[in-house]
C-alpha cells in the first residue's frame, strides 16, 4: 500500500488530499476486514549520502529506499496508531479549511503521542503517502523569520510594505503560499545566520545605501523562511547570498538553506534554494581581515566531529568543492569565530567593509 492514486489534477489540493486520505484508510480497512495484516510502503529520501566516490541520487528527489510497516510488530503498531491519530486530524483540519501547529496536533494525544518527535515523524511520513508538502496538510510552523529591504508584497488581506521603510523588521509570513503581489527593486537577497547581525545591518542603516533584501532564519532556517526564499530567488531572478558564523553550525545552517535537510528530505525540491552563494565567513577571512587571536576560539571536539562528518557529504565534493576546502581548511586551523568578532575593528565594520568589499569583490564562492 503506496500513497499513489488517480485523481484528476484540476481538483482544489484539499480535495486531492482527502480523497488520497480516504483511499488510504478504505484500503486499510479493506485488508483487515479480509483478515490480512496491511503492508505500508513509505519511501525514504536523503539529501545526501558518505559516499562521494560513488554515482548517487541524492540531488536527484528520488527516493533511495522504501520502509516497510507491517501489524507483526509491535513498533509499527504504535507507529500506525500514531499516523491514523493524527491523520485523522489532518482531514479534519482540511475539511474545515482550518490549520494547526505541530504542537497543537501533540497536545490532542500527548499520552499516546510520547514526545514532539513522534508527531513530526507521523507528519513527514503523511507527506510521502500522500505525496504533498506539510503545509498542504494544513500544518503550519509558529514563524521564526524575519525579512527587511526593499520589497512589497501580500499576504492574505496584509500587506507587507517593507519599502516604505527598509530597515524595519517584519515578520516572514507563515501562509507562504498566499503571498502575492511581490513589488521589489532589490538588486540582490542577502541570507544572514542571527538575529543579532540583521539587527546590526538594521540599526546600521544598511539597506539605505545598499538596494537588498535581508533576510534572516535566526538560527536553523523553519520551513517558512526557506519557502519564503525559494518563492523570492524564482519570481525575482536576483542574486541571493548567505553569511553565517565561521563555525560548524553556521556552515550546517548555510548547507540547510542550499540543499536542504536531511529530516526534510522528501521535500527538499520545494525548500532548497541551489542558487545561493557563500558570503562569508570564510575560515580564511581571519586572516584577510586580521581577526585577532583572542577573537578566534579553539574547536571543541564536538565541533571536530561534526565538521569530520560534514566533510563526508556527498554534494559538498560533488557540487561544491571549494566550500568543501573552507570546511577543511576550519578544521586544519583548529578555531572558529562570529560574524560579531569583525566589530574589533569597528562597530560598522561588517556593514561598512565587510560585506561591500565581499559583494563588490565578487568574494563568495
Not at 203 to 231: A, W
Not at 259 to 281: C, N
Request: some cysteine; proline content about 5%; glycine content about 4%.
Amino acid at each position: 500500500m503506496e500513497g499513489k492514486s488517480m485523481i484528476s489534477e484540476s481538483q482544489p489540493e484539499s480535495a486531492i488530499l482527502l480523497t488520497k486520505i480516504k483511499e488510504f484508510t478504505r484500503g486499510l480497512l479493506v485488508n483487515l476486514s479480509n483478515k490480512h495484516s496491511p503492508i505500508i510502503l513509505i519511501d525514504r529520501f536523503r539529501n545526501h549520502c558518505t559516499l562521494p566516490d560513488s554515482i548517487c541520487f541524492c540531488s536527484s528527489n528520488l527516493p533511495c529506499d522504501k520502509e516497510v510497516l507491517t501489524l507483526c510488530k509491535e513498533t509499527h503498531v504504535h507507529r500506525l496508531d500514531v499516523m491514523l491519530r493524527v491523520l485523522l486530524i489532518v482531514q479534519k483540519l482540511l475539511q474545515e479549511n482550518k490549520h494547526s501547529s505541530k504542537r497543537d496536533i501533540y497536545y490532542m494525544h500527548p499520552s499516546v503521542f510520547l514526545d514532539q518527535s513522534v508527531v513530526d515523524h507521523a507528519i513527514n511520513d503523511i507527506c510521502v503517502l500522500m505525496q504533498c508538502s506539510r503545509h498542504n496538510l494544513n500544518v503550519v510552523s509558529a514563524g521564526n523569520g524575519l525579512v527587511m529591504g526593499w520589497i512589497r508584497f501580500v499576504e492574505g488581506k496584509k500587506i507587507f510594505d517593507c519599502i516604505s521603510s527598509p530597515n524595519t523588521a517584519h515578520p516572514i509570513p507563515v501562509y507562504v503560499e498566499e503571498i502575492k503581489d511581490i513589488v521589489s527593486v532589490a538588486q540582490y537577497i542577502l541570507v544572514v545566520e542571527k538575529e543579532s547581525v540583521f539587527h546590526r545591518l538594521a540599526n546600521d542603516q544598511f539597506c539605505n545605501s545598499n538596494h537588498c533584501i535581508v533576510i534572516s532564519g535566526r538560527g536553523y532556517p523553519d520551513i517558512p523562511t526557506r519557502r519564503f526564499l525559494r518563492l523570492l530567488v524564482e519570481n525575482l531572478h536576483i542574486p541571493a547570498y548567505c553569511l553565517v558564523d565561521c563555525d560548524p553550525y553556521g556552515f550546517d545552517i548555510l548547507t540547510t538553506y542550499k540543499f536542504g535537510s536531511m529530516q526534510m528530505a522528501y521535500d527538499t525540491k520545494h525548500l532548497r534554494v541551489p542558487e545561493i552563494y557563500w558570503l562569508g565567513a570564510f575560515p580564511s577571512d581571519s586572516e584577510k581581515y586580521f581577526v585577532p587571536k583572542q577573537c578566534l576560539l579553539p574547536l571543541t571536539a564536538e565541533d571536530k566531529r561534526k565538521i569530520e562528518a560534514m566533510l563526508l557529504r556527498c554534494y559538498l565534493q560533488r557540487e561544491v568543492p571549494q566550500w568543501r576546502l573552507e570546511l577543511k581548511m576550519m578544521l586544519e586551523k583548529g578555531v572558529k569565530f562570529e560574524i560579531e568578532a569583525l566589530s574589533v575593528h569597528a562597530l560598522s565594520f561588517l556593514t561598512e567593509s565587510y560585506i561591500p568589499s565581499k559583494l563588490h569583490g565578487q568574494v563568495n564562492i
